[in-house]
């Protein structure tokens, strides 16, 4: 492919002996992975699946190299069996341990692969904050949470100040995958390569240098920051860190999982002896494009200044209490299972602006929220009319299901909008594919009416 030639200059004189590979990988086909989302489905079942001829990452338990075309028709996709992801992208989460019960910040999540990935690890337990500063942007993350059943996420469209002032010392995990430079991309997206320039990669450092002094106060003391690009500019990456570490001495880099460190190369030493315990994904060291990784754990409790304490929350004025909740709460009794009942004491019970009501993590909000939880459905005449986003993310608490297994003629029946035959009970249903739930249904006498989403369908 043609690169840039102050590109290849730069990447020459960065990569030295290695370059000849580097540029030879830059010829070859982008390979194309996915990861299994195990909230719904298991790695041994996407193994099974023969004809997506898949190759299991050395990296990431639940990542793999695919080979099929169409990949967004398949049902696994539709039911959030699988996200669609770029393995050095996966490496970034790989990188650090995350155990079920922390509060995880993403601050730069669109399109959802790192929030989706973390919350996977979660388990359920747990709340991950999802942020998309850009409007459009954060509608597909707000899908793609929804896609994968997420149900301890709350999607919010703020900037990283808005954030830096509705938090302190609150997350166990921040992710910055800051917008960048794209250098990392250029294989598999021709824009990268036309769009770059040195000036593009110094107001990149510029803006990455402020989301994170926006957001370092968020970690909590003893929590870990998680800093990645898809550049290799040393401007983005350690030198950026650098002059952040000497502006925080209360944050050091700290080793990643060793798994990643063994498919990735050094950061750069000439920046500091400590950035070698930065990654650097390159394509002719492992499948995948481009990925610069960083993990900085946060050593003492933060000391707030007027700048960064965050405001004090305004008294709350009273309310009168809210008539369509009872009926809110007689839906989710008639149609989930007492475990599915337990779950849902986890959240709140709240009506958004959108007129839905939704079963909300408890944890403050900044005022740019896009989705403060599980849409639950609105009340309409009396009665609650389910939301798509019920069924996926609480479909294997329901007490009525409809199982559709590979093969089933009626899995692109649901798909394509169409009504189906079952002999499930009348009521509500969850529609599976396989152990995934994909949607749901409301059956009566035999036939289950379709209420898969007409933008979603086939």
Not at 4 to 17: A, K, T
Not at 70 to 96: D, F, K, N, R, W
Not at 250 to 267: C, E, N, R, Y
Request: glycine content about 6%.
């Amino acid at each position: 492919m043609k690169l840039p030639i102050e590109f290849e200059n730069r990447m020459r004189e960065l990569l030295r002996d290695d370059f000849p590979a580097f540029l030879s990988a830059m010829d070859t086909e982008n390979v194309r992975a996915l990861r299994v989302n195990t909230l719904k489905y298991k790695t041994e079942e996407l193994e099974a699946e023969e004809e997506l001829c898949c190759q299991k990452l050395s990296f990431c338990d639940e990542g793999y190299i695919f080979n099929y075309d169409h990949i967004g028709s398949h049902p696994l996709h539709h039911s959030g069996a699988i996200y669609v992801q770029e393995p050095a992208a996966m490496a970034a989460v790989a990188s650090v341990e995350i155990k079920p019960g922390m509060k995880i910040l993403d601050l730069c999540a669109a399109p959802g692969g790192k929030s989706t990935q973390a919350a996977a690890l979660l388990l359920g337990e747990g709340i991950i904050v999802s942020n998309e500063i850009d409007r459009k942007r954060c509608s597909i993350l707000a899908q793609n949470i929804e896609r994968m059943g997420i149900r301890n996420a709350v999607v919010t469209n703020a900037s990283s100040a808005e954030i830096g002032e509705t938090y302190n010392d609150e997350f166990d995990l921040v992710i910055v995958d800051a917008p960048c430079s794209g250098e990392g991309m250029m294989r598999k997206n021709p824009l990268a390569v036309s769009e770059w320039s040195t000036d593009n990669i110094r107001m990149c450092a510029e803006r990455q240098s402020e989301i994170l002094g926006n957001v370092a106060h968020t970690v909590k003391d003893g929590g870990r920051l998680l800093y990645s690009t898809c550049t290799f500019a040393p401007e983005e990456n350690e030198m950026l860190l650098s002059s952040f570490l000497s502006e925080n001495p209360d944050f050091h880099l700290i080793p990643v999982k060793d798994a990643v460190s063994a498919s990735t190369a050094d950061g750069l030493s000439q920046y500091g002896e400590e950035m070698k315990l930065c990654r650097r994904f390159y394509p002719h060291v492992s499948m995948g494009e481009g990925q610069f990784i960083a993990l900085l754990q946060r050593d003492c409790p933060f000391i707030p200044t007027e700048k960064s304490e965050k405001k004090k929350d305004k008294k709350e004025k009273s309310q009168k209490p809210d008539p369509n909740l009872s009926i809110v709460r007689d839906f989710l009794a008639e149609v989930l299972t007492e475990d599915g009942l337990l779950e849902t004491e986890k959240y709140e019970i709240k009506c958004f602006d959108d007129g839905n009501y939704y079963l909300s993590p408890k944890i403050a909000m900044p005022r740019s929220i896009k989705c403060p939880g599980v849409a639950i459905g609105t009340v309409q005449k009396g009665r609650l009319v389910p939301h798509h986003n019920f069924f996926t993310a609480y479909g294997e608490f329901f007490k009525r299901k409809i199982v559709l297994a590979k093969g089933d003629e009626r899995v692109e029946k649901y798909l394509h909008g169409e009504s189906i035959n079952t002999d499930c009970a009348n009521g509500f249903a969850a529609v599976f594919y396989c152990t995934a739930s994909m949607g749901g249904a409301k059956v009566t006498s035999g036939e289950a009416k379709n209420y898969y989403p007409k933008g979603l369908r086939k």
